[in-house]
């Protein structure tokens, strides 16, 4: 079937009163940009709606990016027709025909947005019905459970038909609510936590804490692939690679002479997130986003996840926190990084792990370990700021700063 245009509908932004038109405008911008390998493509703004003309180009690629731009609620590959109601007959029946497999049952549901054309919607219902009806014996009508609904959206300009509604990732334009710092580890949980956070709106930045040489070259580069994973649903992502091993063989060594060993997952926690707050500031961002999921693991308590919140005074974004790891591993599946995360290659929070980590660690003592380490425990977190390397990535590579400039999305 060749279809002369694609048309959009928005989702959560249509509530946004006087800022819709911002909104509106940042998702187009961001839509272009995922299509931009289509020159042909022409983009018509409506109500909460965007009219993609085709002219000539497939549809097929293009419904392949839009399922995945955040801010799109569903889209439908579409016929346009003149007015004129044989024309539209005909159209309807063309489409009709060329679906694949061929419905049994269907039904007619017009919409007359131009409310000066001549046939009202029940009208029109009838006569596109009836012609479609004669013309395809094999066919019934069934307006409770179709196989296909028939969809006629007559409007001022044309006339839209379509059978196909698909469903986009929906949430917000990616930057609309502000950008934020993700701890990205190597794992199945923090790249669904970044995807469910870019889905509401934020920007976000990828943190990664590395114990080179204990962390293999291959885990880095197995973080780096998830990044451009992340960086295909937004445009592109800056990744920071945080040293952390001075700091991790500091702690371990510290604790293993006082005897609270048990702390060092604690504490060591705590380190990454007022690391990863001194980048945000530096950066620009409002909040640090975790892949904590509630009992998962020692450091996942509540007991745990609230002595180590308290190390930050930005907000702690906890996207999966309700959810079973069997939906996480569902989610990460979907969104094409499961794959990736389950490689045997270990990160720095798989280091020394104690025999009995706390699960219940006591916020005094913990802070008592933080004082004694005092002015030294200072200059560790600053020296892991300082030596952070940042690389920009997309989905097809690293990005020098002029390819960032161009392909920014706000």
Known sequence: MKYDLVLVRFGEITIKGRNRNRFETMLLNQIKLALKGMPALEYVRGYARVYIHLNGEKYEPIAERLRD??????????????????????N????????????????????????????????????????????????KVDVRQPDVELKIDIQHENTYIFCEVVKGAGGF??????????????????????????????????????????????????????AKRLAYYGGKINLHLVPFTELQTKLQTQLSQSGQDSLIITLMRRFMLRITEKLAERNGALAIVTGDSLGQVASQTLGSMNVIGRSSS?????????????????????????????????????????????????????????????????????????????????????TDSEEQKEDAWF
């Open 314 to 398: 930005l907000p702690l974004l906890r996207p999966l926190v309700m959810m079973d790891k069997q939906d996480i591993i569902g989610f990460a599946e979907k969104i094409g990084t499961f794959e990736t995360s389950i490689l045997p290659f270990e990160d720095c929070c798989t280091l020394f792990v104690p025999k009995a980590p706390a699960i219940n660690p006591n916020l005094k003592t913990v802070e008592h370990i933080e004082a004694h380490l005092g002015d030294e425990l200072e200059r560790l977190i600053d020296e892991a700021v300082a030596g952070t390397e940042m690389v920009m990535l997309r989905e097809d590579g690293i």
């Open 173 to 226: 334009p990616l930057g609309m609510n502000g950008k934020a710092m993700l701890l990205l580890s190597g794992g199945i949980d923090s790249p669904v936590a970044g995807w469910m956070a870019m889905r509401k709106g934020l920007k976000v930045e990828a943190v990664h804490f590395h114990s080179y040489p204990f962390t293999s070259e291959q885990a880095k580069d197995k973080v780096v692939a998830l």
């Open 69 to 90: 731009i955040f801010g799109i609620f569903t889209f439908s590959p579409v016929m346009k027709s003149e007015h004129d109601l044989q024309t539209i007959r005909d």
């Open 92 to 139: 309807s029946l063309e489409l009709i025909r060329s679906l694949s497999p061929s419905p049994r049952t269907f039904k007619v549901s017009v919409k007359r947005g131009w409310k000066q054309y001549p046939h009202d919607s029940t009208e029109m219902n009838h006569l596109v019905g009836a012609h479609v009806l004669r013309n395809t014996p094999d066919l």
